[in-house]
């Protein structure tokens, strides 16, 4: 079973950037695409970046402009850079990806989390 694990996340001001990575445990050629939500507290999950297998990428409309998905297979991972970070950026961001022919995402990391300070 295919595990991803994310990292980078932190406390950083309002302005600043991070760069959250997604390191797949098997080659991510396995995925049909891979995403990254976040979930604000009280708030529901939701979806903020994807990348298809075949390199189309589509944003939430509050991040577009600012935040940029991308993928190394050479290193199994994903990215979300994520530059001029607002207050409403903070919370848990998880990594995803579809294994399977159908939509939505099966494989889920445990999440890492953002704070942005005002």
């Known amino acids: 079973q295919v595990q991803l694990v994310e990292s980078g996340g932190g406390l950083v001001q309002a302005g600043g950037s991070l760069r959250l990575s997604c390191a797949a445990s098997k080659s991510i050629f396995r995925f049909n695409a891979m995403a990254w939500y976040r979930q604000a507290p009280g708030k529901q999950r939701e979806l903020v970046a994807a990348l298809t297998s075949g390199g189309s990428t589509n944003y939430t409309d509050s991040v577009k402009g600012r935040f940029t998905i991308s993928r190394d297979y050479a290193k199994n991972t994903v990215f979300l850079q994520m530059n001029s970070l607002k207050p409403e950026d903070t919370g848990v961001y998880y990594c995803?990806?579809?294994?399977?022919?159908?939509?939505?995402?099966?494989?889920w990391g445990q999440g890492t989390q953002v704070t942005v300070s005002s």
């Open positions: 995803a990806a579809n294994s399977v022919l159908t939509p939505g995402y099966d494989v």
